[in-house]
């Protein structure tokens, strides 16, 4: 058993070959994939996949790149896309100070709405930051301390001491396929010192193919390798590993189990 904690499964670039990125990802044990959000309009797409293929999830949200297409968005305009049993999660959302196509003050905006969405609904919120751990640390601690919520740093590749503030609120971190990467020694080191109970292994499909596919378009299959190097780096066995995320990806996302679903019917 293994779970693709975040992938971008309704992108054009699987639109030709769905079917078959589904069989290769069962083929390896992937019996779970969740289908993040980046753009509210598209959650009809992403239930269609879910539709299709019953063990592929979705979370709502606004990437932060898109932020100037939804000024305006608040946190009811995402409640009312919760509502649908396969939608487990909020997000993805967060800063992004990389790229910046999006204002600032209009990214951590949205960020809040999204974090009170995730407040009012019990979902956890899927967190994307890059390069704006300052202000991060900023808002998700603040609104922690009005009321608490879950959540996962995703494609996590920031510094220690954001790793440290994350898992102080209880958040989750998950590894993609930067961790096999050679120059990345200094997120390997992270990686081994997260709490087992606190690890989730994502694909960010089609970006960030790991080693040995590094190059060509990621799919969820790959989550494979990404696992393979957490357990050597944890020096556990790798259905250990497979375990282990799988259970925290159940145990964040309670929606997506049988358990979850009842207390959210």
């Not at 995703?154 to 790793?163: G, L, M, R």
């Not at 958040?171 to 396929?177: R, V």
Request: with cysteine; hydrophobic share 35%.
């Amino acid at each position: 058993m293994l779970i693709d904690s975040h992938c971008h499964l309704d992108f054009n670039d699987f639109e030709e070959d769905i079917d078959d990125i589904i069989e290769r990802a069962k083929e390896r044990g992937i019996n779970m994939m969740l289908n993040a959000g980046n753009n509210i309009d598209e959650l009809d797409n992403q239930l269609a996949l879910s539709e299709k293929y019953p063990f592929v999830y979705c979370a709502v949200g606004v990437h932060p790149h898109n932020a100037q297409e939804y000024p305006d968005l608040t946190a009811a305009d995402l409640l009312a896309k919760t509502m649908h049993k396969k939608v487990i999660g909020i997000g993805e959302t967060g800063l992004d100070y990389f790229y910046d196509y999006a204002p600032r003050d209009l990214q951590i905006k949205l960020l809040k709405e999204h974090i009170k969405a995730a407040q009012e609904s019990g979902l956890p919120i899927i967190i994307h930051n890059r390069e704006s751990d300052a202000d991060m640390m900023d808002v998700l601690g603040t609104a922690y301390k009005e009321k608490p919520f879950s959540g996962v740093i995703h494609c996590f590749s920031s510094s220690k001491e954001f790793a440290d503030f994350a898992l102080s609120i209880g958040f989750y971190l998950s590894a993609s396929g930067m961790i096999t990467f050679n120059k990345c020694g200094d997120l390997r080191d992270i990686f081994c010192t997260v709490p087992l109970e606190r690890l989730l292994v994502e694909t960010d499909s089609p970006y960030l193919a790991p080693i040995p596919k590094r190059g060509r378009r990621n799919e969820p299959a790959y989550v494979y390798y990404t696992a393979e190097k957490l357990a050597q780096l944890r020096d556990l066995p790798f259905e250990k590993i497979a375990q282990i995320t799988s259970d925290n990806f159940c145990n964040l996302f309670r929606k997506a189990s049988d358990k979850g679903r009842r207390e959210f019917e």
